[in-house]
T-cell receptor, first 112, second 114 residues
Framework: DQQVKQNSPSLSVQEGRISILNCDYTNSMFDYFLWYKKYPAEGPTFLISISSIKDKNEDGRFTVFLNKSAKHLSLHIVPSQPGDSAVYFCAAKNQGAQKLVFGQGTRLTINP | DADVTQTPRNRITKTGKRIMLECSQTKGHDRMYWYRQDPGLGLRLIYYSFDVKDINKGEISDGYSVSRQAQAKFSLSLESAIPNQTALYFC?????????????FGPGTRLTVL
């Protein structure tokens, strides 16, 4: 039972345009949502998070939106840069279990 | 120096062999985790430990065991490796508490079981 789903395995965006990565979840007990970025031959690194009591969090070029009624969150990157090419994982933290549940990942490619 | 280190970085082994993957951290975190990454499946939790005396199974613990030798060290063992354990393995750490639950990952070990 996949509690966190990223339905797009890959996404290709032109440099300078907006990249939108999507994530859906099923468990209403998740209290925080996180995005991680992973380059080849490296471990995932934390990018940005959002609390379940908010609907938007912004950090520079990165903005995460949360729609609780739809159980959907998205990561917007604008403008997209070549260094943004990586695999992005959506993760959710269960309020009680104190563990992270990860999605399958989306490979983002920024084309010059 | 890296805060979370994993050894080895790459390993090729044969079916039936015992293998140990090691993780060390200098972040001073009590919580440590082992994940595996497979294409199309994301990161799946194998085992986790909230302190030296606390070991818990994750969603895919069958075929694996762990040892928490100290606050800073958490090892993952495959007692008898099989080909479908070929994957990228990551160790991670986090602080206790009810915050966002951010985890810090090591660079990974690429394991191939022939």
């Amino acid at each position: 039972d996949q509690q966190v789903k990223q339905n797009s395995p890959s996404l290709s965006v032109q440099e300078g345009r907006i990249s939108i990565l999507n994530c859906d979840y099923t468990n209403s007990m998740f209290d925080y949502f996180l995005w991680y970025k992973k380059y080849p031959a490296e471990g995932p690194t934390f990018l940005i998070s959002i609390s379940s009591i908010k609907d938007k969090n912004e950090d520079g070029r990165f903005t995460v939106f949360l729609n609780k009624s739809a159980k959907h969150l998205s990561l917007h990157i604008v403008p997209s840069q070549p260094g943004d090419s990586a695999v992005y994982f959506c993760a959710a933290k269960n309020q009680g279990a104190q563990k992270l549940v990860f999605g399958q990942g989306t490979r983002l490619t920024i084309n010059p | 120096d890296a805060d979370v280190t994993q050894t080895p970085r790459n390993r090729i082994t044969k079916t039936g062999k015992r293998i140990m993957l090691e993780c060390s951290q200098t972040k001073g975190h009590d919580r440590m985790y082992w994940y595996r990454q497979d294409p199309g499946l994301g990161l799946r939790l194998i085992y986790y430990s909230f302190d030296v005396k606390d070991i818990n199974k994750g969603e895919i613990s069958d075929g694996y065991s762990v040892s928490r030798q100290a606050q800073a060290k958490f090892s993952l063992s495959l007692e008898s490796a099989i080909p479908n354990q070929t994957a990228l393995y990551f160790c991670a750490t986090s602080e206790p508490g009810t915050g966002i639950g951010e985890q810090f990952f090591g660079p990974g070990t690429r394991l191939t079981v022939l």
